[in-house]
């Protein structure tokens, strides 16, 4: 799914969910649900400012994947799926559990979409799956003339 | 008189305490919690070192979603 359909499910399943940026690793924003694509890198810059930051104060060797700030001002989520991560805000006192329910959900459908190298493979089986598919209804179609003649 | 005195400080003391409840109340909801790949949980509370930290940069974030 396109990071940008599955931003606009997000907003539109979790009413809890009030801006939400997906952008990777090094910062490029692949979809945000902000208009400007200004305050959308601004917004990416941010929130992976937040994670470089939750990382450092880590204490044991298992790696960070989601994170929740509640201020006064609002919550922040961010969650992490190897390169891609998806941060959102959230009024006060959201249900966490289903805030990173929802962002995992779309984490996950955007993920195919951030791993082009994946697409030509998947398309190269189909095709072969489909020519054999072919050939397997196209022969018994023909022993049947051979049987009729 | 001094019946009416006695409760007007009464309702003063009583709006004071209820604010005071409700800011430390604010206060405390304030905290960062960290979840890691081997399902164990780090709850911040505000004061902590890792939170102050953690705060500022959370509502940066928010306010950038707001354009403030």
Known sequence: MDAQQALADLTEISSQIQAAVVFDD?????AA??????????LAQAASGLLAAADAVKT????????EVATGEGNVFVVRAGKTVIAATTGSKPTAGLV???????LRNVKPTSAPAKKPAATRKKTATAAKKKTAARKPTTRKKQDET | MRRSIAALLGVVG????????????SAHRERADLYFEDGSMLSLT????????????ARDVIRKTRGT
Request: hydrophobic content about 40%.
């Open chain 1, 100 to 106: 990173f329910y929802d962002l995992k959900s779309a």
């Open chain 1, 26 to 30: 090094t910062g490029k924003v692949a």
């Open chain 2, 14 to 25: 009583g709006m004071l305490a209820g604010a005071a409840f409700i800011r430390r109340q």
């Open chain 1, 33 to 42: 649900t902000l208009a400007d694509s200004t305050r959308a890198d601004d």
């Open chain 1, 60 to 67: 044991g060797e298992s790696a960070l994947t989601q994170l």
């Open chain 2, 46 to 57: 505000n004061g902590s070192p890792g939170a102050e930290r953690l705060l500022p940069l």
